[in-house]
């Protein structure tokens, strides 16, 4: 069954869901997960939660964890990558910088200033481990989920022969929100979607089979729907379809909704630069 080395698994909500997914398939129920953290309670805490997860799926995956990075690559299949380096002190560089000079910005961790920001830190910390891999597992295929997730893609495409896909969960998330924009069981729903990491399009949405585009075109006209994505809605009636990523991140990458700040009150468009210490959801590497 194949090894899969989970490089900053301290994410550990982030790391439990991606267990759940895998062991989803029967046929990655005895698979191996290579945890590894650099944070040791962090890890600790993430191997119990794998642990409890194969047990509670009733699966016959194996959990090894590790501190040392190359441990955990050694004859790795596949690689996820879940980094975030500098934590939570640099992500408010990456605002207060821009801030100081009038850049206005919503999330700030895929273009932009900040975004190169993360990619100038996060690059490094990426190829070091792509040559570990070249080294230690030159088959593994790299499963990155970290951001800039363009900028970091192309760095490994451009500096080492690793094999690498960015993924994202905004796809999932999204269809679970506009089932409940239109009352429907996210069970039922089915979905065709298109487009690249953060700005994917809805090229189809049913539900039992049925187009559930009419039910969200009128749930797009309740003031109460409406204000829950109203920059989101506001592409969907000037495209036609619905985006997969937050109205913050796609007034950020459409910056239109950004250039003024009555723009920005029309549109509830708000700095998530975090205010106190968020909870992690990725393991942190110093700056």
């Known amino acids: 069954m194949p090894r899969i080395a989970m490089i900053g698994a301290g994410s550990v909500v982030f790391a439990r869901q991606l267990v759940f997914d895998i062991l989803a398939f029967p046929e990655l129920a005895g698979s191996t997960f290579a945890l590894m953290d650099i944070d ?3 890890l ?3 191997e119990r939660m794998v642990r409890g997860t194969i047990a509670a799926g009733g699966a016959e995956g194996q959990v090894t964890a590790y501190l040392d990075q190359r441990a955990a690559l050694d004859g790795a299949d596949y690689v996820i990558n879940m980094v975030q380096v500098g934590g939570h002190p640099a992500t408010l560089l990456d605002f207060d910088i821009p801030r100081r000079y009038g850049l206005k910005q919503t999330i700030a961790d895929t273009l ?3 975004g190169v920001f993360r990619a100038l830190r996060t690059i490094p910390v990426l190829l070091d481990l792509c040559r570990d891999m070249e080294e230690l597992c030159p088959r593994a295929l790299l499963l990155n989920y970290t951001n800039p997730m363009a900028m970091l893609c192309l760095a490994v495409a451009r500096a080492s022969h690793v094999a690498c896909v960015g993924l994202c969960h905004s796809v999932q998330g999204t269809s679970k929100q506009l089932a409940r924009y239109i009352g429907a069981d996210d069970d039922r729903v089915r979905y065709r979607v298109a487009g690249i990491n953060h700005m994917a399009w809805f090229l189809d949405y049913t ?4 187009d559930a585009y009419p039910r969200l075109w ?5 003031t109460e729907i409406a ?3 109203p920059v989101r809605f506001e592409m969907m009636r000037r495209l036609g379809y619905f985006v997969t990523e937050s109205s913050e991140h796609m007034a950020e990458y459409v910056p239109y909704f950004i250039k003024r700040d009555d723009l920005i009150a029309r549109f509830a468009v708000y700095s998530r630069r975090p205010a106190e210490p968020a909870p992690r959801r990725h393991a942190v590497y110093p700056v």
């Open 44 to 46: 600790a805490t993430a």
């Open 207 to 210: 539900v039992d089979g049925q």
């Open 218 to 222: 009128a749930a797009a006209e309740t």
């Open 227 to 229: 204000a829950r994505d």
């Open 40 to 42: 040791p309670e962090r």
């Open 112 to 114: 932009g200033v900040g």
